[in-house]
């Protein structure tokens, strides 16, 4: 059967097997270790249009090395003057709605021929005064003219669209088209489609528009009174829809002209960069000025991205899967000119190399520009790590025994280091000098630790120009010289942090380098990323430390060394693969090649687990007034949707009640999300929008009909027995809350253990 979209036909594609349908829904990791078929591949991409290193003169590649040496400063000094002047001389007239297209297109005639002091200072004021009063200004690399129409339509389908290989036809299809009338629309779209403003790591990309604000533009633009507004959204709870029907009986005398991707991209971005003195004024002057111009299913889906919620059952992961399709075919030659055309084995390798890429530059812009420049299959040489860029980092498996930890690890050599509790810290130092540390999300916190200097952690400032440190953030104890649990550094201001208001020290455990010299060590063995992290750096006592470290397979001596890291405030072991290639780090990747053995929870599943509330039901008695229970879910990353695990009772302070009931109640949504999937049985008194995790202890996991954990493998879903709640994980984003994936994993492995 043959679709057509917009004008084009593609054939969808067909699997031939319901183990490749398995492959296309699998996780990230799910190809490694299988080898493509080495004649179709090779097949396959000697007829791939041959792009070496460097030698394309595409039109895309100019921009790209801008792109690669500073994508993430893209409205700093960057852009010249010249490029400033060009802006303001389009800004300096008011534009009206039909024009926004228009903006940034001619050079005004009195643009310096140089940029000198005085012209650079100058064209910087004028940026200043426009930037004041519109928001910042983005250069051109988000340029897209694709009617914004086409992806509000694509949108409109993925939404009434169930399947998920359905969508990634879609979605790859569409990519297809618009990289064939342009490869620069791309970047703008993906992230459309991932609903994101840039990358993770980009400061100053919160849109911060609340519901409020958004009704009352509704309501002045598209001329219906905020009762009228509130109403509706009381009744029916989108405020996407309540646009879009009022926008659509709204009487206009001129027809709009199209919005078009490229503008409603940097107009978002424009949004989330505006601060300062009346910012919420000029953040609902750029919206109104979008609204205005919306027509058809435009508004609802614009009002939802300024939600910051696309509700249309997208997953990140069905994004990047259909991105890499595309890419492959926009690298292929005619013969290869539809996805259907394609071998299966290339494909998977095609997604493999865009994952890898993507886990070590987590930029889509910088990932989509490497492949176009030098084709997707030469990504692993391209597009690497870099210092300045967080790459997602390693992750480990949960053990709940030291057997089971001397079984996994039987006949390889193996290293085992305390498990710090404090937060993770990934550590650059840059060319320029500069330091910044990630979170474990990639989330820059350098000025969460005013006080560490990298520096002063080197051996020989001289010969190290840049490096990349994974390392743990513990509270230090000056006086007595000791490790502090992990609630007390959590009372550490998390911004705005002066150097004054420290009261809590932080000691910085480092095990392990990833990157040093500008050389990716990630290939190396754990042990040569050990003595290149000892040699490059030197230990100053509760400041920066290395991470204690045994290597042993006596149970006996284990099991001492876990007792002292437990009695050295340390949650347990992390139990590490020191030799040969499976000991080489796994960006993203939880591995069992890092086994943690956490000492608490060796009595339960051997984990904690990071479940995100999606309800609550009332409380009753003692607890009248606050949540006496909440529903809780795991994240689905294929699907995008939270499967309820549990309802959590226990383990709350009054006092937490009160807090949560304080933090909950504003998010309460009218009725449960598309992407909750829950039993009629366990309904929630109210249903919340999904922003909090809760990091909760079971003693067991349990097959129920009740609850839908994993139970596309099951026919039943997998629940949790006696839940207990530990803490907010305050570091963690909803889509890193424990995947059903995972709860599957540890249901097998405890029946495993209990056969
Ligand atoms: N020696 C160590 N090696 C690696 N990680 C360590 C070490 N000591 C402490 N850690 C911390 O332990 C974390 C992994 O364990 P844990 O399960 O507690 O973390 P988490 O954030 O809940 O992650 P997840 O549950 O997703 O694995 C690492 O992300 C890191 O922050």
């Known amino acids: 059967m043959r679709r057509s979209l917009a004008g084009l036909t593609f054939t969808p594609l067909r699997l031939s097997s319901p183990r490749s349908l398995l492959f296309m829904s699998s996780s990230l990791p799910s190809s490694a270790g299988k080898k493509p078929k080495q004649a179709t591949l090779a097949r396959f991409f000697t007829s791939m249009k041959n792009k070496p290193p460097g030698g394309s003169s595409s039109p895309e590649k100019a921009t790209k090395h801008k792109l690669e040496s500073g994508i993430n400063e893209i409205n700093s000094e960057g852009a010249s003057a010249i490029k400033k002047l060009k802006h303001v001389s389009a800004v300096q007239t008011p534009v009206e709605p039909s024009d926004m297209s228009s903006n940034s297109s001619s050079l005004p005639s009195s643009a310096p021929s140089s940029g000198g002091v005085d012209a650079s200072q100058k064209s910087r004021e004028l940026t200043l005064k426009v930037e004041e009063e519109q928001g910042p200004i983005e250069n051109d690399h988000y340029s897209s003219n ?281 550590v650059h130092l840059l060319d320029d000098g500069t330091m910044r540390i990630y979170s474990r999300n990639g989330e820059n916190m350098t000025e969460r630790y005013p006080e560490i200097r990298i520096t002063d952690f080197i051996q020989d400032i001289d010969a190290t120009k840049n490096l990349i440190l994974d390392c743990e953030a513990v509270a230090w104890d000056k006086e007595q010289g000791k490790i502090l649990p992990f609630q007390v550094l959590s009372t550490r201001k998390r911004k705005d942090v002066e150097l004054s208001d420290i009261k809590v020290k932080v000691c910085l455990f480092a ?141 709350f302070s009054d006092e937490m009640l009160q807090q949560l009931h304080e933090r909950l109640t504003p998010t309460i949504i009218d009725g449960p999300k598309a992407t909750f999937v829950f039993d009629s049985s366990a309904e929630p008194d109210v249903w919340f929008e999904p922003t909090t995790l809760f990091e909760v202890l079971t003693a067991d996991l349990s097959l129920s009909p009740i609850y839908k954990a994993g139970s596309a493998t099951f026919d039943k879903g997998v629940s949790l027995r006696f839940p207990r709640f530990l803490r907010i994980r305050e570091d963690k984003g909803v889509e890193d809350a424990t995947s059903s994936e995972q709860i599957v994993e540890l249901y097998e492995n405890q029946s495993h253990m209990q056969n």
């Open 146 to 426: 694709i009617p914004y129409s086409e992806v509000c339509e694509v949108f409109n389908e993925i939404e009434a669209t169930s399947s998920r290989l359905e969508i990634i036809r879609i979605c790859s299809d569409f990519f297809t088209k618009i990289m064939k009338q342009s490869s620069k629309n791309l970047i703008p779209t993906t992230y459309l489609f991932i609903n994101r403003l840039g990358p993770d790591y980009e400061p100053g990309l919160e849109l911060g528009l609340g519901e409020n604000l958004l009704m009352k533009t509704i309501s002045e633009s598209c001329g219906k009174s905020m009762s009228q507004i509130k109403l509706k959204y009381k009744e029916i709870g989108d405020l996407g829809e309540i646009a879009m029907g009022a926008r659509n009986v709204q009487p206009t005398m001129f027809k709009p002209k199209p919005l078009t991707v490229g503008e409603v991209f940097k107009s978002l971005r424009s949004i989330a960069k505006t601060q300062g003195k009346d910012s919420q004024l000029r953040k609902v002057k750029l919206i109104k000025r979008m609204l205005t111009a919306c027509q058809g299913v435009e508004a609802k889906f614009l009002i939802r991205s300024l939600e910051s919620k696309l509700r249309i059952g997208l997953a990140e992961k069905t994004v990047l899967i259909s991105l890499s399709k595309a890419l492959l075919l926009h690298g292929g030659n005619e013969e290869s000119s539809r996805v259907d055309d394609i071998p299966m084995d290339a494909l998977e390798s095609a997604q493999q190399k865009i994952r890898d890429a993507f886990c070590q530059v987590p930029n889509y812009e910088l990932v989509i520009n490497s492949c176009l420049e030098h084709g997707i299959m030469n990504l692993d040489q391209f597009c690497t790590l870099r210092p300045g860029i967080p790459l997602k980092p390693m992750l480990a498996k949960p053990t709940k025994a030291i057997n089971e930890v001397l079984d996994r690890f039987q006949g390889e050599t193996f290293t085992s280091e305390y498990k710090y509790d404090g937060e993770r810290a990934q």
């Open 511 to 651: 095990f392990d380098i990833l990157c040093h010299n500008g050389e990716r060590l990630i290939n190396k063995s754990l042990r040569e990323r050990r003595d290149c992290l000892t040699k490059v750096t030197k230990v100053v006592p509760g400041e920066f430390q290395y991470a204690t470290q045994i290597v042993t397979d006596n149970l006996d001596e284990l099991q001492k060394f876990l007792d002292e890291s437990v009695n050295q405030s340390c949650e347990g072991l992390m139990v590490k693969m020191l030799e040969g290639p499976e000991s080489h780090y796994e960006p993203s990747k939880r591995s069992r090649n890092w086994l943690k053995l956490k000492k608490d929870y060796l009595e339960g599943i051997g984990d904690s687990l990071d479940l995100c509330v999606i309800g609550a039901y009332y409380g009753r008695g003692k607890r009248t007034g606050t949540y006496g229970g909440f529903l809780l879910g795991c994240y689905n990353q294929d699907s995008g949707e939270f499967e309820t695990c549990c309802k959590i009772g226990t383990g």
